[in-house]
Structures are given as structure tokens and as C-alpha cells.
């Protein structure tokens, strides 16, 4: 989390400050303040909803979240541990005032583990913060209050106005510095000793009206008995719209952009991606985000309609293009099928679109965390972790398959003595929990995901040209057929089991739930993309090369003894047999050609050797 402010020095209000700006009444109005928030000035405090999460932002600082709920506390200890970008205010950590430089978590308070009288309130610590140089502009932060009293929304306003402060009129600052500097007062000490903040009695007084129009509805909330069920974030973004008409005029906000911020991401330490709204174009915008963002953003995406965005890439020096993104964007879109070239993601290195035809199905928090995982693009060691969980899942639907196996006796289980082929054949019982555990598996790793494990119609034509090297894969020793359905003569079952359903399951455990589950993490080939042998398609064939070694290679159609040109057979047979339908499987994005070679890989292996 991270945030910004210029850094500013402290400037004091002594007695030869200059005479007041000619044009204060017409700005401040202090002595003339309407009940009602002027409709020139932009509501620039929304509220984002996500869950049952509900946050507070300026549409100036979308780094900044405010969360406000009664009886919001935290411990001292826990205060101390959270994350970097935090900030409490008034009394939500139970603990003394701190400022944690090192991981940028501050508590602004005067209840606990201070003299109070001696210590300013939360709104001068936040005004002397902003002053002293705190960069709120830097990252995300998150700011946490249990009660919006006016004390509160002081701290917050500064907080969230922190970069049109530094930019105010001298007289509008000093205006600013006397309401924070009364408010602390009253708030710290009370009403009877106002005078403590030395302001002249005239100014005082109007400053007196101010706090009197500010806190209006706090106080008819509290004489109705409600305040305590009342939706405080609403209250606040009404409150702080009342104190910008005080310090601002229509002609502050003429360059005004309504930039509404969607999704945002760190993809580096230095670099965002964001997902914005507004109403212009990407080129006009730009200008608009380099102010808002300074130079963080990395890849903005521009929200045009429903499902339409533009995408650009800020900083052309980052360690990626855009390709890297339209890579990832079109492997989890479910509206990309690759039926048309046009309808996807792509455009040019710098910039780019979502699918034409359709639209994207994605939302905005899909869209950034697509472009954080093609920025960083899984190690060694985190290839290697995804494998070892791809492995003991197929694994242990293997291991429990091969137990069914062993213990196969539906005769004797039913009482059903005149049971035949292929119900009595343990390999049927193998193949039969194989399809029901990697089914299971995959309606929970697949759900709502299914296009990225293979479970399309098959795009374009260049896969056929893999179905020579599978023939070739299944002939020298990589595909099985059960010997006791051989031996039984009948073809109607052989052609059942044997030539359809054990290739149809093994394809779907490796090519479809193992392979889907490496490619989350990994780069594949796409119906359009250049040729390459991806992590997936690799992974996927060694872990059918071990279930070949472990289980097929005791039911050999020949039946020889165990030497070692066998396994090297097995081996390279399957090995072949793994790499070529996984290239089909990723250049048709379809499980079901890779299910269509195994298929006529294992018939051509059998009638070579019934002609032999």
C-alpha cells in the first residue's frame, strides 16, 4: 500500500502576515456559509463497495481508503505488526501516538498513553504530518476511524486533500490552519478554553459558525438517538463535500477530470497498473493520470463501455510489453476463443484493446491481476512448485485408482456371478475410478475456468500436423489397452473401453486437469501464436512417462519379459505420445484432438499387432 504529497515547509501565522485576499468572502464565505453544498463544486468522495469491504475515497487520491466503522478497534501490539500504509486515527489502536517511518504505519490520537492537554489532536497531527513532508502519493494507503466526529473528518479532509493543499492561496491556508488549530483546541481542551488558539476574537467567532455548520447533522443525528446506527461513510462523504465548498471555488476545479480509479495493483516496487474510468480518451486522459499517479503508473487500462477497455503502457521501460499482457489477458478471458483473429486482446506494443467483437468477460480486478502475473513470470522454483502439486494430485487419483484395481470384484460385491467383460476386468475398475477422480478434480480446480482446461471445440487446423509423431508415440510402446479385453475377443467392448474410454480418461487426467494446472502459472501456445514446447505441455508428458513406467508398462500387449530396451520404448513412447498431443491440445485450445490421437494411436497399435 502507498501515497503522495509534495513536501512543504512549515509556515507560520504571525502577526505581519499580509492583509487578506480581496476575493476571501467571495471563496471562504466564512461569514455567509450556505447550509447546502454548492452544485458547482464536483462530488469527489465516492464510496467502493467490494463485498462486504465498503471504503471511502477521493477521486483525486484513489490510493487512499478510508475505512470507518463503529467500535473499529485494534490492540496496541496489533497496530505496531500491520501492514506498511496504514494510518489510525483517534483512538482506533488503543495504544500511545507513533510514527513508524521505517514501515510507514502511524497513529494519530491523543487518548492513550499521552497527557492530553499536552498533545495535539488528530487533525493538527495530520496537518503538521502533511506539513512536515509525509508522502502520501508513493503507494496505497489505508486509513481507519471508528467515529467521524468533526476531529476525525478534519484529519481525513487533509489526508485525502493533501495535494490541492499545497497549491491553496496563502490566505485560504492560513484559514485552513486556523479551523484545524480551533478544532484541535475545542477537541483536546474543550470549549471553555478556545482562546488557547489565539485567534482574534473577530475571525474566531466566524471560525465558531463554521464548526457550528460542519457538525449540524452530527448533532441532529445524536438528539434523534441514531449515530450509533448510522452509515458513517455517507456521513463523512456529505461532511467533507461541506468543507470544500468552504475552501474551494468552481475555478479550483476547471481542470477538473472525474478520473474514477476501478482496480489498482503493484506490479513492481516502483510500478502500478490501474483500471480507470472517465470520459475521454486514452491519449486526453494521459496528462490527467501523470498528475494523479505521477510517474507510478506502469499499465492504465481505460474503461470506454460495459465490456470494452483500451490498455496503454505508461512507462515503456518496465520490464515487459504489452504482448506479455495481451498473452495473459487472451489465456484467462473467457470471451477470447481465438474463432476469429480479431476478437482478442492485442494492438500494438504500447497499446491496445479488448476483444472486438465481444468484449472482455473480465473484470476490473481479473484485468490488473492478469497484468501483474505476466510481469512476474513464475521461476524456476515456482515452475517447480506447481509441478510438485500437479504431480501429487495425479498422483493420488492414480493411487486410489490402482487400490480399486486390486480389489476389483463387482461379481462377488452384487452377488452376480454371471457378470462379463468389461465389468470384471480390474483394468476397467482402474480406468472407471480414473475417470471419477480426475472428473471430481476437476469440477472444483475448473469451475468457472473450463476453456483453460481444454474443454473447447478445437480452433484451426495446424494441430493435424502432430498426428504422424503420436501415431508414432503409441506404436513404439506409449499407449495401453487392457490384455483381458484383447483376450476376450469381443470388439463391440474392446472398441468401448479399450480404443475409447482409457484414452479419453488419460487425456483428460494429463492434458486437461494436469496440464490446466501448470498452464495458470505458465505461458502456452495459442491457435495464433508462434510455435514453442511450453512448460505445461513438458510437465504434463513426464508425468504421463512415470504413469507409464508405474502402471502400463506390467500390461504390454506382447507380454515379453521386463528388459531394458523396454522401458527405453515405453520411455520414449510415451514421452513422444505426451509432447504431440499436448501441442495439439494447446494449438486447437482443445482437449478433444488430443483425446482423437490417443485414440487412433492406440487402434494403430493394435491392428500392427494383431497383423503381426
Not at 485576499?21 to 453544498?37: C, E, F, G, W
Not at 464510496?47 to 481508503?65: F, H, Q
Not at 499545497?166 to 480551533?182: D, H, K, P
Not at 493435424?464 to 508414432?472: E, I, K, N, V
Request: glycine share 6%; aromatic share 10%; net charge neutral.
Amino acid at each position: 500500500m502507498s501515497a503522495p504529497a509534495d513536501k512543504k515547509h512549515v509556515r507560520r501565522l504571525n502577526s505581519d502576515a499580509p492583509a487578506p485576499d480581496p476575493r476571501l468572502n467571495q471563496t471562504i464565505s466564512l461569514d455567509k456559509v450556505q447550509p447546502a453544498i454548492s452544485p458547482n463544486l464536483p462530488e469527489r468522495y465516492i464510496i467502493k463497495t467490494s463485498g462486504d469491504d465498503r471504503v471511502l475515497t477521493c477521486l483525486e487520491a484513489p490510493n487512499l481508503n478510508v475505512h470507518i466503522e463503529n467500535g473499529l478497534s485494534f490492540s496496541g501490539s496489533v497496530a505496531k505488526k500491520s501492514p506498511s500504509g496504514t494510518i489510525f486515527l483517534d483512538g482506533v489502536a488503543q495504544c500511545e501516538p507513533f510514527m513508524d517511518h521505517e514501515r510507514k504505519v502511524y497513529n494519530l490520537d491523543h487518548h492513550e498513553g499521552c497527557v492530553r492537554a499536552f498533545t495535539l489532536s488528530t487533525c493538527e497531527q495530520a496537518l503538521v504530518m502533511y506539513m512536515k513532508g509525509l508522502d502520501l502519493q508513493g503507494r496505497e494507503w489505508n486509513v481507519f476511524a471508528n467515529e467521524p466526529d468533526l476531529d476525525t473528518l478534519m484529519a481525513i479532509w487533509i489526508i485525502l486533500n493533501h495535494a490541492r493543499i499545497g497549491s491553496q492561496e496563502a490566505t485560504q491556508r492560513r484559514i485552513l490552519f486556523a479551523l484545524v488549530r480551533y478544532e484541535g483546541v475545542i477537541d483536546a481542551l474543550g470549549l471553555e478554553l478556545k482562546e488557547l488558539s489565539a485567534l482574534p476574537p473577530e475571525l474566531m467567532r466566524k471560525i465558531q459558525r463554521v464548526v457550528d455548520h460542519l457538525r449540524s447533522e452530527e448533532l441532529a443525528i445524536k438528539k434523534e438517538g441514531a449515530w450509533d446506527k448510522s452509515d458513517y461513510l455517507s456521513y463523512t462523504a456529505r461532511t467533507l463535500h461541506k468543507i470544500d465548498q468552504i475552501f474551494y471555488k468552481p475555478s479550483d476545479f476547471a481542470d477538473y477530470q472525474g478520473i474514477d480509479e476501478l482496480a489498482r495493483i503493484d506490479l513492481t516496487d516502483q510500478r502500478i497498473c490501474a483500471v480507470v474510468e472517465a470520459d475521454m480518451g486514452i491519449y486526453e486522459i494521459e496528462p490527467h493520470l501523470n498528475k494523479l499517479y505521477s510517474n507510478r503508473l506502469g499499465v492504465v487500462f481505460l474503461k470506454k463501455g460495459a465490456a470494452s477497455y483500451t490498455v496503454r503502457q505508461m512507462d515503456l521501460f518496465m520490464p515487459l510489453t504489452l504482448d506479455d499482457v495481451y498473452d495473459r489477458l487472451n489465456f484467462v478471458d473467457p470471451a477470447v476463443r481465438c474463432r476469429t483473429h480479431s476478437n482478442k486482446w492485442g494492438g500494438a506494443a504500447d497499446i491496445g484493446g479488448s476483444p472486438r467483437a465481444s468484449g472482455t468477460a473480465l473484470t476490473p480486478l481479473d484485468l490488473v491481476q492478469a497484468c501483474r502475473d505476466a510481469v512476474r513470470k513464475p521461476d524456476w522454483v515456482k515452475k517447480a512448485y506447481r509441478f510438485a502439486v500437479t504431480a501429487a494430485l495425479v498422483g493420488f487419483i492414480t493411487l486410489i485408482a490402482h487400490i480399486v484395481r486390486l480389489i476389483w470384484a463387482p461379481a462377488q460385491w452384487f452377488g452376480m456371478e454371471n457378470l462379463q467383460l468389461p465389468w470384471i476386468s480390474p483394468d476397467f475398475g482402474f480406468i472407471l475410478a480414473l475417470l471419477i477422480g480426475l472428473t471430481i478434480s476437476l469440477l472444483f480446480v475448473a469451475h468457472g475456468r473450463s476453456w483453460q482446461y481444454g474443454w473447447n471445440l478445437p480452433i484451426g487446423k495446424q494441430w493435424w500436423l502432430l498426428l504422424p509423431a503420436a501415431l508414432a508415440g503409441g506404436i513404439i510402446g506409449g499407449s495401453w489397452i487392457s490384455n483381458d479385453l484383447i483376450a476376450s475377443g469381443d470388439w463391440v467392448v474392446l472398441g468401448a473401453v479399450g480404443l475409447v474410454l482409457s484414452p479419453l480418461t488419460l487425456e483428460l487426467l494429463f492434458r486437461s486437469l494436469a496440464h490446466g494446472l501448470m498452464a495458470q502459472d505458465n505461458r502456452i501456445q495459442r491457435c495464433d501464436s508462434r510455435w514453442f514446447l511450453s512448460w505445461p505441455i513438458f510437465g504434463s508428458a513426464i508425468l504421463y512417462v512415470a504413469f507409464a513406467l508405474t502402471f502400463l508398462f506390467c500390461c504390454r500387449l506382447d507380454m515379453r519379459p521386463i528388459a531394458l530396451g523396454d522401458v527405453a520404448l515405453t520411455t520414449a513412447g510415451a514421452l513422444l505420445l505426451g509432447i504431440s498431443t499436448g501441442f495439439a491440445r494447446e494449438r486447437s485450445q482443445s482437449v478433444w484432438p488430443a483425446v482423437f490421437f490417443h485414440i487412433l494411436a492406440v487402434t494403430t497399435q493394435l491392428l500392427i499387432i494383431q497383423l503381426a
